[in-house]
């Protein structure tokens, strides 16, 4: 009867540790299951506000471009230059586009500073604008507060870029707030 009892509790025993092992196996799966789809979601979200900040600097930097060259082209022709400047204005839609994107995508602090750096493009080009009209390129308070709108612009651009670094988490801890 003793090894009868003994092949019973062997048994007992046998089973109740297969039953610990799977339950114990189930929960580290399910903990490794859910830590890997916090790194996805993560890594997702990364690319997602790369491809969000990346799209503004591009439409920044080809608005901006784009104004340049049409007041190079003044310079040289009164009419090119404004047909130009023209086509430079229609890249400001873009840049409106991209900046709400940010706006949805990236953190408060990074959506204020794209808030702020396309409010500075929009001055550059504000401060452009007599030019477009027909105004002296050598009238100096329009130069002066084009080089300053400019200065801003690319101030502006700076910060962007410090606070887009920093959550994308370029040399850092992650900062997914």
Do not use: C, I
Request: hydrophobic fraction near 45%.
């Amino acid at each position: 009867m003793d090894q009868g009892l003994a092949a019973v509790f062997g048994a007992t025993v046998g089973v109740l540790g297969s039953a610990m092992t799977g339950a114990l196996t189930w929960a580290a799966t399910r903990t490794q299951r859910r830590t890997q789809l916090q790194a996805d979601l993560h890594r997702w979200q990364r690319e997602v506000r790369r491809e969000t900040y990346l799209g503004l600097l591009n439409s920044v930097r080809a608005a901006r471009g784009a104004l340049a060259a049409s007041l190079d082209d003044l310079q040289v022709s009164r009419e090119d230059g404004q047909q130009n400047m023209a086509q430079a204005w229609r890249l400001l839609a873009p840049v409106e586009s991209a900046t709400s994107a940010v706006q949805l995508e990236g953190p408060a602090e990074t959506a204020a500073l794209a808030t702020d750096l396309a409010e500075a493009l929009f001055t550059v080009f504000r401060s452009a604008y007599p030019w477009r009209e027909g105004g002296a390129l050598d009238e100096p308070d329009l130069v002066v507060f084009y080089r300053q709108a400019r200065d801003t612009l690319e101030s502006a651009e700076k910060a962007f870029l410090t606070s887009a670094r920093r959550h994308l988490d370029v040399g850092g801890s992650s900062t997914f707030a």
